[in-house]
């Protein structure tokens, strides 16, 4: 199986937008500890990051091939 242009063209729209929201999400909730001190928005910090770590690395193993060769 080859890499197809439109299928990864889709997963890198969809990466754009989570990421995005993840980072409002992120921003917002250090706002929210920084200028109104409710420290529990800091694991809601942590998940979004980790929400959006995590859809790049979806994305770059959604780049990868499967046919390795030979």
Not at 15 to 28: K, R, S, T
């Amino acid at each position: 199986m080859t890499l197809d242009a439109a299928q990864a063209k889709k997963r890198l729209l969809a990466m754009a937008l989570i990421d995005g929201v993840c980072m409002a999400i992120a921003a917002v909730a250090l706002v929210g500890v920084f200028m109104f001190e409710i420290r529990p928005l800091l694991w809601l910090f942590a998940l979004a990051i980790g929400a959006g770590l995590a859809t790049q690395i979806w994305f770059i193993a959604g780049l990868k091939r499967t046919d390795r060769g030979v």
